[in-house]
């Protein structure tokens, strides 16, 4: 259903390799479950090298993609996505905000609470900060 591919917004991004319909779960974003404060060490680090792995799963818990992450790792983010987060029983589902055609690039806003380092590059013209 999805491809990993180069991505006109940023590195490697997710692609739709057939149509997709509407709330379809299309992936599940996964990786080690680590503490809140473990994360803030990790993203440190990470972000140094410009990338965002970790996902806030609840207030205490984040997931690390950075370790044991499958390939909803590269969904970029946009500020008009066609994907959402849906999270059910501690696993954050990607899901279709609407029908997607084959060929599509996947996105989901990222909802960042960082620092705002990394300038969003989702479409010409956007002035918002990751
Ligand atoms: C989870 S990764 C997505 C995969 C990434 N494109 C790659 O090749 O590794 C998140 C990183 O992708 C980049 N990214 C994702 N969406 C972006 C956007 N809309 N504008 C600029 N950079 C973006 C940022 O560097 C972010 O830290
Ligand atoms: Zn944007």
Redo the contacts with the bound molecule.
């Keep these: 259903m999805i491809v990993k591919w180069r991505?006109r917004?940023?590195?490697?991004?997710v692609y739709a390799t057939r149509s997709i319909s509407k709330n379809t779960r299309i992936i599940h974003y996964a990786g080690e479950k680590i503490s809140n404060r473990e994360s803030l060490k990790r993203e440190r680090r990470y972000?140094r090298n410009?990338?965002?792995?970790c996902f806030k799963l609840t207030n205490r818990t984040v997931i690390d993609?950075g370790v044991g992450g499958n390939v909803a790792?590269?969904?970029?983010?946009?500020?008009r996505p066609n994907c959402y987060i849906d999270i059910k029983d501690g696993v954050i589902w990607i899901r279709a905000a609407r029908p997607i055609r084959k060929g599509e690039e996947l996105?989901y806003d990222?909802n960042t609470d960082g620092e705002g380092l990394?300038?969003?590059?989702?479409r010409p013209g956007?002035q918002r900060f990751?």
């Design positions: 991505s917004i940023h590195g490697a991004g972000i410009g990338h965002i792995w993609a790792r590269f969904i970029n983010h946009s500020c996105t990222y990394i300038k969003c590059r989702c956007c990751l």
